[in-house]
């Protein structure tokens, strides 16, 4: 819809409300011309110009004065919305002034709060990267010291020795993951994350990872299923991708209960590829699925904590996905089932061409879902 400007509206109405009357008074004197004084009608020509300009210019004056400062507060709202405050500078004189000063104050205030929270994000991030790289430093002797005590190059163990060193192993493995997270987290979120991308078949990947993963279901009686399609090959950065994959199995096969299914797919989608992680577990409601990707997310802590886990995976795989270029969804019903999607452009952070048909029927909603 073509906008017309609050400025022009006034404009072409006033004008027109002043030319009405003259275009009537013009009509009402064609019959009469002939009987009238040619002097007097160079008089009421000359009449008829002079109010035709002035009202143009009185009409200009007031939608000047009028709407276009209106019109400048719009386009700087408009330009707020996008994020970006300009002050308006406009003097009118009257009671729109109390308007635009308010607009402009609380303008400076909505900047110098979102600097602020900038601020403070920025030295989150940054605390986050150097405390979990510093407390990741000793990790590396921490388990070199407990694998020669386990392989008793120290001396022998006691059994009980023995099972007391695999739980503080164990746990190491426990704390280590999560500062691997931590520091994965931080690169994300400070736009520093770092791809390898290599041109190369998807295929082999997913099947390698669901392969990898077998093992881990099984010990919960749970079936992986695959559905693969021929995919060209396309740039990703395998173990990135791996990461993903098996953070999304990882979850299904926590949130499944016992001799429950998973299906993963591998799909085409436009010029990309769609990979998909679908479960029939204890599902998520709307909201939840929403909120999954924030960083420390868990929808029940609890048995969430129970399971293992500190809510930072989805929030890995969405940085990892969007780094790529790519997308990630989630599509879930309480006691029925998730499903996590996401898709892979040809090339890294390229913008992915769909088909006509992928477009109008919307291939990534309820792609995977019954
Ligand atoms: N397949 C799923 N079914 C049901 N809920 C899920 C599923 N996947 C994730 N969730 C919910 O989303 C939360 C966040 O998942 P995420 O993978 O980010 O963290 P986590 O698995 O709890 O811990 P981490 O991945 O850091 O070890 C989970 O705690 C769980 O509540
Ligand atoms: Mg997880």
């Given at each position: 819809m073509v906008?017309?400007?609050?400025?022009?509206?006034?404009?072409?109405?006033?004008?027109?409300?002043?030319?009405?009357?003259?275009?009537?008074?013009?009509?009402?004197?064609?019959p009469?011309?002939?009987?009238?004084?040619?002097?007097?009608?160079?008089?009421?020509?000359m009449i008829m110009?002079?109010t035709?300009?002035?009202?143009?210019?009185?009409?200009?004056?007031?939608?000047l004065?009028?709407a276009e400062p209106?019109?400048r507060?719009?386009n700087?709202?408009?330009?707020?919305?996008?994020?970006?405050?300009?002050?308006?500078?406009?003097?009118?004189?009257?009671?729109?002034?109390i308007l635009?000063?308010?607009?402009?104050?609380?303008?400076?205030?909505?900047t110098?709060?979102?600097?602020?929270l900038?601020?403070?994000?920025?030295?989150?991030?940054?605390?986050l990267?150097?405390?979990?790289?510093?407390l990741?430093?000793?990790?590396?002797p921490i388990k070199?010291?407990l694998?020669?005590?386990?392989?008793?190059?120290?001396?022998?163990?006691?059994?009980?020795?023995?099972k007391?060193?695999e739980?503080?192993?164990?746990?190491?493995?426990?704390?280590?993951?999560?500062?691997q997270?931590?520091?994965?987290?931080?690169?994300?979120?400070?736009?520093?994350?770092?791809l390898?991308?290599?041109?190369q078949?998807?295929k082999?990947?997913v099947e390698?990872?669901?392969s990898?993963m077998k093992?881990?279901?099984?010990?919960?009686?749970i079936?992986i299923e695959?559905?693969?399609?021929?995919?060209?090959?396309?740039?990703?950065?395998?173990?990135?991708?791996?990461e993903v994959?098996?953070?999304?199995?990882?979850?299904?096969?926590?949130?499944?209960p016992?001799?429950?299914?998973?299906?993963v797919?591998?799909?085409r989608?436009?010029?990309?590829?769609m990979?998909a992680?679908?479960?029939?577990?204890?599902?998520?409601?709307?909201?939840?699925?929403?909120?999954?990707?924030?960083?420390?997310f868990?929808?029940?802590?609890?048995?969430s904590?129970q399971v293992g886990?500190?809510?930072?995976?989805l929030?890995?795989?969405?940085?990892?996905?969007?780094a790529?270029?790519g997308?990630?969804?989630?599509?879930?019903?309480?006691?029925k089932?998730t499903?996590?999607?996401?898709?892979?452009?040809?090339?890294?952070?390229e913008?992915?061409?769909?088909?006509?048909e992928?477009?109008?029927?919307?291939?990534?909603?309820?792609?995977f879902?019954?």
């Amino acid at each position: 819809m073509v906008r017309i400007s609050l400025s022009s509206k006034i404009y072409i109405s006033l004008l027109f409300s002043g030319l009405t009357p003259l275009i009537i008074i013009s009509l009402l004197l064609i019959p009469l011309i002939d009987n009238i004084d040619t002097r007097l009608l160079y008089n009421i020509s000359m009449i008829m110009i002079a109010t035709i300009l002035s009202t143009a210019l009185i009409s200009r004056f007031l939608s000047l004065h009028i709407a276009e400062p209106i019109d400048r507060l719009i386009n700087s709202v408009k330009k707020m919305e996008a994020g970006k405050f300009e002050p308006v500078s406009a003097k009118t004189g009257d009671d729109l002034d109390i308007l635009i000063d308010a607009f402009n104050s609380m303008g400076r205030e909505v900047t110098k709060v979102i600097k602020n929270l900038k601020e403070l994000d920025e030295a989150k991030t940054q605390f986050l990267s150097v405390t979990s790289h510093e407390l990741r430093t000793p990790m590396t002797p921490i388990k070199a010291q407990l694998q020669m005590l386990l392989k008793e190059h120290l001396g022998g163990l006691t059994d009980k020795q023995k099972k007391s060193l695999e739980m503080i192993e164990r746990n190491t493995e426990r704390l280590d993951r999560l500062l691997q997270e931590l520091l994965t987290i931080s690169r994300i979120q400070s736009g520093r994350l770092k791809l390898i991308p290599k041109k190369q078949p998807l295929k082999e990947v997913v099947e390698e990872t669901v392969s990898f993963m077998k093992p881990f279901a099984g010990k919960k009686n749970i079936d992986i299923e695959k559905e693969m399609e021929e995919v060209s090959e396309i740039e990703f950065d395998r173990d990135k991708i791996i990461e993903v994959i098996e953070n999304l199995i990882s979850n299904a096969v926590k949130f499944t209960p016992e001799g429950g299914k998973i299906m993963v797919s591998l799909k085409r989608y436009g010029n990309g590829a769609m990979i998909a992680v679908k479960d029939n577990g204890i599902g998520l409601s709307e909201e939840d699925c929403k909120n999954v990707f924030k960083p420390f997310f868990q929808t029940d802590e609890w048995r969430s904590r129970q399971v293992g886990g500190a809510g930072l995976g989805l929030a890995i795989c969405k940085g990892i996905v969007e780094a790529h270029g790519g997308e990630i969804r989630c599509e879930s019903k309480p006691n029925k089932g998730t499903t996590f999607s996401f898709y892979l452009p040809p090339k890294i952070r390229e913008k992915i061409e769909l088909s006509q048909e992928e477009v109008v029927t919307g291939r990534i909603e309820g792609f995977f879902t019954e």
